[in-house]
């Protein structure tokens, strides 16, 4: 999977891991891919205020929403 990230708006975009807009999953629920993610992305120390999916929501949403569901997920 790739992932992109725009260091000059702190956002980052990936495809089917989270789609900001559609129903969010419970926790329970949350695809353990998602927390992969999220696990591999915060030791590269990026600043991230914004996430972007490929579905859902046209546009950004804060990462802290996609941060609060993974850390509910655990």
Known sequence: RSVAY???TA?????D???PGLPIPLPAQFDSWA????DALIPLG???ESFVGG???PGPTPFQLFEDT????R
């Not at 956002?11 to 495809?15: A, Q, R």
């Not at 993974?70 to 997920?73: F, H, L, M």
């Open 17 to 19: 891991v989270y789609n």
């Open 70 to 73: 993974v850390n509910a997920s």
């Open 35 to 38: 927390i992969d993610f999220y």
């Open 55 to 57: 579905h859902g929501f």
């Open 11 to 15: 956002t980052v975009f990936m495809s």
């Open 6 to 8: 725009l260091p000059n």
């Open 46 to 48: 990026l600043t991230i």
